[in-house]
Every structure is written in structure tokens, then in C-alpha cells.
T-cell receptor, first 115, second 113 residues
């Protein structure tokens, strides 16, 4: 089974440019999560979707960040305009709703560098 | 407001010895606690979990202990192996939410041969 797929794996861009990160969750999973990892703040949840609907976007840092999930197999995280402080590793994760412990499956991440 | 804290950014142990990673939390509504392991250039992977109704869960070399009164959990790795060298994240969630995990900062474990 393919795991969570993210693209690109690395992105280098200049300040002010638009950045789009992509994610394909595991087939059959109905929750999708976007995280950001930095040295200072660790793993932060940015936003998550249930059945393609955004449920909680309280972690999105500011209006420059937006996320969409047009269908069950695809999601994007967009930063426009990008700033150097957005440099981080961005992870996408998915899971299927079950009882008990809610294990999430993470993609390999996109390492973003904004110059 | 850091609800899940890992106060040790790094830990170094000798191969064969015990590794103990610690995690503290502040939210008494958390019902489940998880540990994730992360290798460089990879995403975190689930390692082991524990429900708040238990105080211990064991899976091979990995054991998680939960002390609810102290709001503290720990991950024990015995014996430690060089392949265990990774970043370990503690995470927690409540039973009423829909999977919003709160992660700690992570602890980098180095197991020396």
C-alpha cells in the first residue's frame, strides 16, 4: 500500500513568491492533517479536514496560508506571499476514524526554504 | 500554551542500556497518549500508545508508563540499539475530539555503539 504522498520534497523560493504544497492521503482515510515542524515550535497542527471539509484551521498562522481539499485523494497548502519565517518542514498526515487511539500516518514532508 | 512538553531536547545512551524519554502534559482531559519516532528526511511514524485507563503498555523493547496524578509519561527502550537513534515525539488527544493530536517538542535520542 502506498503511504501518504507529498510533493515536492524540497522547495526553495524567494520571498514574496507563491508556494503550493501537495498531498495525497492514504486511500480510504477520511481525515487529513497539515503540520509544520520548526526547531522552535516542534510539530504544530495547521489545519485538518474530515471528508474533505475543513474542521479546524486555528493553527493556520495568518491569512497568507490557505488549504484546500477538493476531493478525498488530494489536498494543497498554499502560502502567498511567502516569507523567510515560513521556512520549515511541512507534513501531511491522514487517518481513518476508529475508536480508541487515533493513529495518524505521516508523509515524508516538504522541506521549504524561503530566501 | 504548551500542553505537551518534552523538556529534554536530547539524550545519549550506550548501546544495550536503557533509554528513558520523558513527557509532561497539562491537560487533564487527555485520554490517549502516543509516541512517534522520526528519522531524518522522513515523516514521524507511530511507535506505541497508551490509554489513560492504563498505567503501562509494552510492545517488545518499548514500554510506555503513564502517571496520571503527576501528568507524566515516559518511554523506556530496553535494550537500546543504534537503529533507535531518532527524534521521539510525545503526543496526546482527548476522546471527545476527532483526532487532533497535540505534540511535544521532541527529544533526539542518540544510541552509541
Amino acid at each position: 500500500d502506498a503511504g501518504v504522498i507529498q510533493s515536492p520534497r524540497h522547495e526553495v523560493t524567494e520571498m514574496g513568491q507563491e508556494v503550493t504544497l501537495r498531498c495525497k492521503p492514504i486511500s480510504g482515510h477520511d481525515y487529513l492533517f497539515w503540520y509544520r515542524q520548526t526547531m522552535m515550535r516542534g510539530l504544530e497542527l495547521l489545519i485538518y479536514f474530515n471528508n474533505n471539509v475543513p474542521i479546524d484551521d486555528s493553527g493556520m498562522p495568518e491569512d497568507r496560508f490557505s488549504a484546500k481539499m477538493p476531493n478525498a485523494s488530494f489536498s494543497t497548502l498554499k502560502i502567498q506571499p511567502s516569507e523567510p519565517r515560513d521556512s520549515a518542514v511541512y507534513f501531511c498526515a491522514s487517518r481513518r476514524k476508529t475508536g480508541g487511539t487515533e493513529t495518524q500516518y505521516f508523509g515524508p514532508g516538504t522541506r521549504l526554504l524561503v530566501l | 500554551d504548551q500542553q505537551v512538553k518534552q523538556n529534554s531536547p536530547s539524550l545519549s545512551v550506550q548501546e544495550g542500556r536503557i533509554s528513558i524519554l520523558n513527557c509532561d502534559y497539562t491537560n487533564s482531559m487527555f485520554d490517549y497518549f502516543l509516541w512517534y519516532k522520526k528519522y531524518p528526511a522522513e515523516g514521524p511514524t507511530f511507535l506505541i500508545s497508551i490509554s489513560s485507563i492504563k498505567d503501562k503498555n509494552e510492545d517488545g523493547r518499548f514500554t510506555v508508563f503513564l502517571n496520571k496524578s503527576a501528568k507524566h509519561l515516559s518511554l523506556h527502550i530496553v535494550p537500546s540499539q543504534p537503529g533507535d537513534s531518532a527524534v521521539y515525539f510525545c503526543a496526546a488527544h482527548g476522546s471527545s475530539n476527532t483526532g487532533k493530536l497535540i505534540f511535544g517538542q521532541g527529544t533526539t535520542l542518540q544510541v552509541k555503539p
